[in-house]
């Protein structure tokens, strides 16, 4: 199938998704051709604030895999993905994502994430909420622990 065709069902989910109450966001998982997952924004049903639709493909494709790995898998989104779920595509291997509604198309809508990439730009410590690092007297070794775990399994 190609691409448009993948684009125009992620962007069905998404117009039913606000049919049922939802945002505007579908997304569809692709590896070799076929379609592996369908997700769409759950964050009015579910309260949940990372339910995004590309976030719940890539949940859902890891489970179908049984791996977080989903190398040569595509994600067609409806709109222009987060940093958060851009960050989850880039740790789980995604192949290539393409997004139908950019962020400047969302702006007059409050739908888009410009701003939060943006600050993902700045420095952790200089950000809105500044990451901070905080280890407890006498915490060592947790990494440690894990790598000796891992070897264990093996």
Partial sequence: ?????YMREAIALARANIEAGGRPFGA?????GTVVVRA????HRTQDPTAHAEL????EAGRV???PRLVGCVIYA?????????AAMHLSGIQ???????NE?????ALSTAALYAEMTQAPQSQSIPLQPLRPAGEEGLYEAWLRHKELDA
Avoid: K, Q, W
Wanted: charged share 15%; with cysteine.
């Fill in 1 to 5: 199938m190609p691409h448009e065709t």
């Fill in 28 to 32: 569809v998982l692709v590896r070799d």
């Fill in 40 to 43: 769409v924004n759950e964050t």
């Fill in 56 to 59: 719940l493909a890539i949940r």
């Fill in 65 to 67: 895999f049984g791996s």
């Fill in 78 to 86: 409806s709109g222009h993905p987060c940093p958060m779920c851009m």
């Fill in 96 to 102: 290539s994502a393409f997004f139908a509604y950019s």
């Fill in 105 to 109: 198309d969302g702006e007059p809508y």
